[in-house]
């Protein structure tokens, strides 16, 4: 049986660049909402001919378990490891919360996940091939912030299944996340306009590949002994509560270093 | 003139009967559970007049938000102090994850707090009154455990709900979370009839077992204004077992 590394949220953001770290030495599924995106990320992967597409929206969690069943048992293919990147966020007062959207962020940031789960930890179906589970959290889930309840909430509860998971799944597999800052990506390019922000990151802002590294370390056999843990991606933002004349002065010193334009990246068809 | 209550959620058993019982000497209380008897019971045993009931049950959250502003309205009360203490509990391992369940889980231990919380931060509806929220959470969110990743995860999302509040609503109300260990209480009752599960659980607490109170003088002491300058914490209220996991572990 040929095993296969499943990652969400593929088609864009960390997902994206998950999948070109991992593409020279992974069989590849690319799970995202939109064929051609995932199509554009699978061509920029090395070994495009060794990569699967699975097109499906996460925000409609019904019969999701019994889908990838299925696809796995068609293509008599199993899942060793499995990197949960789909998410998305947004900000809502607490006073002005729609259920609707608590609705949809907690399919596609958790349940999502504990509905692929299901299947990947069933013998039948991936006969015992899993290895390791590695979620995308956020440090949303260690630091408040206004209109961030619900999204805080979704990341705090992947950092707490993942630890329940570590327990239950070990030995055979291990399960750990990975929390990020704020990296620029097409989900959070729009908070980059606050001009406040730079002064909180002592090493500057992270790229998506910052995440990858991260991902591809705690999917590697060098973190055999590694499982339930946070791995905190943040060039030193949840380390850092500058008075703000420091964060104002960090700021203008990491602006005049900042001499290279933004990456461009090749546009999404 | 309207009057100030304290809201307690899951109030007709466990950790919220035993907060009802703290606190109804010294508050105005809204007792609320799903079971209209058990909430006249608890009621009957508060030592002092004059606490309200609102009778619902929050695994069905759509409209708890607008029904809880009614309740409001017609009793001319208005929420100075929020303990979500209404949660359920369950074991289920990843390969037979049940959406059901999962449902069930997150409806009652997060998504009627958030609908409740709506209502309590919106100025027509409770007139800015409230001060302070107070979520019991999980240790369960700090260790993880076999066949707890749905309840543990319902918990994980209270604290990072708690962290996002505490800056969003300071610096009116303060926000913070109470996480218990394992305590006997209504939703483990059967498991805690057991002795050798007793004496397992006896072990894993280097101050013994603990009992439902401890978790109401936490939730007392942060609603009080002795904790004026606490928010967004964690207070963990577990006898030891995190300091001690691991030597008791290799026992």
Known sequence: ?269 | MREAFTLVTGAASGFGRSIVEKLSPSRRLVLSDMAAEKLDAARSACVTPGHLLWARDLSRPEGVGAEFAAFLAKENAYIEHFVHSAGVFGHQFARAHDMAFVARVFNVNLFSAMELIRTLTQKKANSGALRSITIISSVGTRVGATGQCVYAASKGAVNGMCLALAVELAPTVRVNAVLPSIIESGMNRGEFSKPEFVAAIKAMHPLGLGQPGDVADAVEFLMSDRARWISGHELVVDGGRLAGKTLLAAK
């Open chain 1, 1 to 269: 049986m040929e095993t296969y590394t499943l990652i969400t949220g593929a088609s864009s953001g960390f997902g994206r660049s998950i999948a070109c770290k991992l593409a020279p030495s992974h069989r590849l599924i690319l799970a995202g909402r939109n064929v051609e995106r995932l199509e554009f990320v699978r061509n920029r992967c090395e070994n495009p001919e060794r990569h699967l597409l699975w097109p499906r929206d996460l925000s409609d969690v019904g019969g999701l378990a019994q889908e990838l069943t299925d696809f796995l048992k068609t293509r008599e293919i199993g899942i060793e490891h499995y990197v949960h990147s789909a998410g998305f966020t947004g900000f809502q007062f607490a006073r002005a919360v729609e259920m609707e959207f608590v609705r949809q962020i907690f399919n596609v940031n958790l349940f999502s996940a504990m509905e692929i789960i299901q299947p990947l930890t069933r013998k039948s179906t991936n006969h015992g091939a899993l290895r390791s589970i590695t979620f995308i959290s956020s440090i949303s889930g260690r630091l408040g912030g206004t209109g961030l309840a619900v999204y805080g909430a979704t990341k705090g509860a992947v950092n707490a299944m993942s630890i329940s998971l570590a327990v239950e799944l070990a030995p055979d597999v291990r399960v750990n996340s990975v929390l990020p800052g704020i990296i620029e990506t097409e989900m959070t390019r729009e908070y980059f306009k606050n001009p406040n922000f730079l002064g909180f990151y002592p090493l500057g802002f992270g790229r998506p590949e910052d995440v990858a590294d991260a991902v591809e370390f705690l999917t590697s056999d060098r973190a055999h002994w590694v499982t339930g843990q946070e791995l905190v991606v943040d060039g030193g933002r949840t380390v850092c509560s500058p008075n703000p004349g420091e964060a104002i002065a960090r700021e203008s010193e990491l602006n005049a270093r900042l001499v290279s334009p933004p990456r461009q990246e090749k546009s999404n068809p």
